[in-house]
């Protein structure tokens, strides 16, 4: 086996293992994916991965219930660094307006990691939100969504970003998404770490 198709499994493991390790809770093992200086961004949360399960934890407490479901990876590899992109869905369940619902958010993990002292691991983690779908649980329930409050969100969050402010989180509002500038920027700050520019 080469040492390309070594780092591409092992960086591969590392993703897989961010998902199990974080929705299981599993807090010990998931703080080893990502480097010491690891950022995590997302709708609710934008800072230190040390801060990130913090915040997590405290929110699993309170009920909060976000899981994660991964799709086919694709990997950028240039030497010690790599661009991991990473099909996925964020599924949140929580009440909207007192009626029992999930929350798909469809997108991918683009993930900024590099191998440090022969072990890889997260620099960056940034999601791209690309569409989503609130659902009731009960099939017969009667939703009636506040069309516009939710029309204020970004199209590809806007039923997450929508259930994530009725429980309290502030959410950010230029994540990137399917197309637009914010996606642009960060595909361009990809090809540069790629080049060994720092972030």
């Not at 219930?65 to 369940?93: C, E, N, P, W, Y």
């Not at 509002?173 to 770490?193: C, I, N, S």
Request: glycine share 10%.
């Amino acid at each position: 086996m080469t040492n390309e198709m070594t780092d591409r499994l092992a960086i591969r493991d590392l993703i897989e293992n961010w998902a199990i390790w974080r929705d299981a809770g599993d807090w010990e093992r998931f703080a080893t994916v990502w480097h010491d200086d690891g950022v995590m961004h997302a709708t609710w949360f934008q800072g230190p991965a040390s801060e990130f399960i913090r915040v997590t934890k405290e929110g699993w407490a309170k009920g909060v219930s976000i899981l994660h479901f991964l799709g086919g990876t694709s990997i950028d590899l240039a030497g010690d660094r790599a661009i991991v992109q990473t099909k996925m869905t964020i599924s949140q369940r929580g009440d909207v307006q007192g009626v029992a619902c999930d929350v798909v958010c469809t997108g991918r993990f683009y993930d900024f990691v590099e191998k440090r002292d022969g072990r890889w691991g997260v620099v960056v983690r940034q999601p791209i939100y690309e569409k989503d779908r609130v659902d009731p649980i009960d099939p017969s329930a009667r939703l009636e969504l506040d069309q516009a409050a939710i029309s204020k969100f970004p199209a590809g969050y806007r039923h997450l970003a929508y259930i994530q402010t009725q429980i309290g989180y502030k959410v950010k509002m230029d994540m990137p998404q399917l197309e637009g500038a914010e996606v642009q920027k960060l595909y361009a700050r990809g090809k540069d770490w790629l080049a060994g520019k720092p972030l």
